[in-house]
């Protein structure tokens, strides 16, 4: 199994920058892709950015040029850089892992960007 653990999340005001990191344990060697999801209140999940284990990445349009997920292999760590946030971003951001094993979430961290 895989355990995830969220930590970074904050209240910044509009146009400052959080760094969200997620750590993996366990069988770690399973995971086939990483990402960060968010859920807004009354709002459904949705994807944020992915990033396979070769380190190939994506970013949802709402996030290109303001967010940026990365990996450190050696760390067993993902983070996701968020730079210039919008009120818009306000929301539980979640880490997850696909794995052979199926779909695992961490229990999310709060992001709160005050305009």
């Known amino acids: 199994q895989v355990q995830l653990v969220e930590s970074g999340g904050g209240l910044v005001q509009a146009g400052g920058s959080l760094r969200l990191s997620c750590v993996a344990s366990?069988?770690?060697?399973?995971?086939?892709?990483m990402g960060w999801f968010r859920q807004a209140p009354g709002k459904q999940r949705e994807l944020v950015a992915r990033?396979?284990?070769?380190?190939?990445?994506y970013h949802v349009d709402s996030v290109k040029g303001r967010f940026t997920i990365s990996q450190d292999n050696a760390k067993n760590t993902m983070y996701l850089q968020m730079n210039s946030l919008k009120p818009e971003d306000t929301a539980v951001y979640y880490c997850?892992?696909?794995?052979?094993?199926?779909?695992?979430w961490g229990q999310g961290t709060q992001v709160t960007v005050s305009s």
């Open positions: 366990g069988s770690t060697r399973t995971i086939n892709l």
């Open positions: 990033i396979s284990s070769s380190g190939s990445t």
């Open positions: 997850n892992a696909a794995t052979g094993y199926g779909n695992i």
